[in-house]
Protein backbone atom coordinates (compact mmCIF):
# COMPACT_ATOMS: atom_id res chain seq x y z
CA UNK A 1 0.00 0.00 0.00
CA UNK A 2 1.43 3.44 -0.56
CA UNK A 3 2.10 5.78 1.92
CA UNK A 4 2.53 9.37 1.94
CA UNK A 5 4.36 10.88 4.96
CA UNK A 6 4.13 15.55 4.69
CA UNK A 7 6.53 17.45 6.81
CA UNK A 8 7.21 21.29 6.79
CA UNK A 9 4.04 22.42 8.06
CA UNK A 10 4.68 25.02 11.10
CA UNK A 11 3.77 28.82 12.11
CA UNK A 12 4.92 31.50 9.52
CA UNK A 13 4.04 35.01 9.89
CA UNK A 14 2.29 36.60 6.80
CA UNK A 15 4.11 37.31 3.61
CA UNK A 16 6.29 34.47 4.35
CA UNK A 17 7.20 31.75 2.97
CA UNK A 18 7.06 27.91 3.93
CA UNK A 19 7.81 24.56 1.68
CA UNK A 20 5.60 21.40 1.98
CA UNK A 21 7.21 17.87 1.18
CA UNK A 22 5.34 14.52 0.80
CA UNK A 23 7.40 11.81 0.92
CA UNK A 24 5.80 8.60 -1.31
CA UNK A 25 6.50 4.68 -0.27
CA UNK A 26 5.44 1.80 -1.21
CA UNK A 27 4.46 0.51 -4.69
CA UNK A 28 5.01 2.50 -7.55
CA UNK A 29 3.11 2.91 -10.71
CA UNK A 30 3.48 4.71 -14.49
CA UNK A 31 0.28 6.70 -14.28
CA UNK A 32 -0.87 8.94 -11.04
CA UNK A 33 -1.24 12.19 -9.94
CA UNK A 34 -0.03 13.38 -6.57
CA UNK A 35 -0.87 16.71 -5.13
CA UNK A 36 -2.04 18.86 -1.57
CA UNK A 37 -5.80 19.63 -0.28
CA UNK A 38 -6.19 21.61 2.98
CA UNK A 39 -8.99 21.68 5.07
CA UNK A 40 -9.40 24.63 8.08
CA UNK A 41 -11.80 24.69 10.93
CA UNK A 42 -15.34 24.84 10.17
CA UNK A 43 -14.56 24.40 6.66
CA UNK A 44 -14.65 21.97 3.72
CA UNK A 45 -11.85 19.99 2.35
CA UNK A 46 -10.22 22.08 -0.43
CA UNK A 47 -8.15 20.95 -3.25
CA UNK A 48 -5.08 22.99 -3.43
CA UNK A 49 -2.74 21.78 -6.07
CA UNK A 50 -1.89 18.43 -7.84
CA UNK A 51 0.12 17.48 -11.30
CA UNK A 52 -0.26 14.71 -13.53
CA UNK A 53 2.62 12.13 -14.30
CA UNK A 54 0.04 11.33 -17.49
CA UNK A 55 1.04 14.80 -18.94
CA UNK A 56 2.34 16.63 -16.67
CA UNK A 57 -0.79 19.25 -15.78
CA UNK A 58 -1.22 20.98 -12.81
CA UNK A 59 -3.49 22.58 -10.94
CA UNK A 60 -4.25 25.40 -8.69
CA UNK A 61 -7.12 26.50 -6.42
CA UNK A 62 -7.85 29.91 -7.46
CA UNK A 63 -7.15 31.36 -4.00
CA UNK A 64 -3.68 29.95 -4.54
CA UNK A 65 -2.56 30.88 -7.92
CA UNK A 66 0.51 33.29 -8.15
CA UNK A 67 1.71 31.95 -4.91
CA UNK A 68 2.08 28.31 -4.27
CA UNK A 69 3.87 26.35 -6.95
CA UNK A 70 3.90 22.26 -7.07
CA UNK A 71 6.84 20.10 -8.29
CA UNK A 72 8.16 16.25 -7.63
CA UNK A 73 11.24 14.81 -7.22
CA UNK A 74 10.74 11.78 -8.97
CA UNK A 75 14.02 10.34 -7.86
CA UNK A 76 13.29 10.73 -4.12
CA UNK A 77 9.30 9.99 -4.59
CA UNK A 78 8.65 13.32 -3.19
CA UNK A 79 6.17 16.44 -4.02
CA UNK A 80 6.33 19.62 -2.93
CA UNK A 81 4.35 22.68 -2.56
CA UNK A 82 6.10 25.44 -2.10
CA UNK A 83 3.99 28.06 -0.07
CA UNK A 84 4.86 31.63 -0.93
CA UNK A 85 3.11 34.98 0.38
CA UNK A 86 1.29 33.23 2.87
CA UNK A 87 -2.03 34.86 4.79
CA UNK A 88 -3.78 34.36 7.40
CA UNK A 89 -6.62 32.13 5.31
CA UNK A 90 -3.97 29.58 3.99
CA UNK A 91 -3.82 28.03 7.74
CA UNK A 92 -5.36 24.68 7.78
CA UNK A 93 -4.22 21.25 7.55
CA UNK A 94 -2.38 20.39 4.72
CA UNK A 95 -2.92 16.63 3.27
CA UNK A 96 -0.99 14.91 0.83
CA UNK A 97 -2.69 13.03 -1.46
CA UNK A 98 -2.68 11.03 -4.52
CA UNK A 99 -4.58 8.98 -7.42
CA UNK A 100 -3.91 5.90 -9.18
CA UNK A 101 -4.53 5.99 -13.09
CA UNK A 102 -4.36 7.98 -15.71
CA UNK A 103 -5.11 11.92 -15.54
CA UNK A 104 -5.00 14.48 -18.25
CA UNK A 105 -5.73 18.03 -17.50
CA UNK A 106 -5.82 17.49 -13.53
CA UNK A 107 -8.07 18.91 -11.06
CA UNK A 108 -7.66 17.15 -8.12
CA UNK A 109 -10.64 14.75 -8.04
CA UNK A 110 -12.05 14.98 -4.05
CA UNK A 111 -12.07 10.78 -4.20
CA UNK A 112 -8.69 10.48 -4.03
CA UNK A 113 -6.52 6.62 -3.81
CA UNK A 114 -4.27 7.45 -0.79
CA UNK A 115 -4.12 9.83 1.86
CA UNK A 116 -1.15 11.23 4.04
CA UNK A 117 -1.78 12.02 7.74
CA UNK A 118 -1.82 15.95 7.42
CA UNK A 119 0.83 18.83 8.65
CA UNK A 120 -0.43 21.95 10.13
CA UNK A 121 -0.33 25.49 8.61
CA UNK A 122 -0.82 28.71 10.82
CA UNK A 123 -0.36 31.61 9.44
CA UNK A 124 0.13 34.76 11.82
CA UNK A 125 -1.86 38.07 11.02
Known amino acids: EVQLEESGGGLVQAGGSLRLSCAAS????????IGWFRQAPGKEREGVSCISSSDGSTYFADSVKGRFTISTDKAKSTVYLEMNSLKPEDTAVYYC??????????????????WGQGTQVTVSS
Open 26 to 33: GPTFDDYA
Open 97 to 114: VAWIGSYYRIVCPVEADY
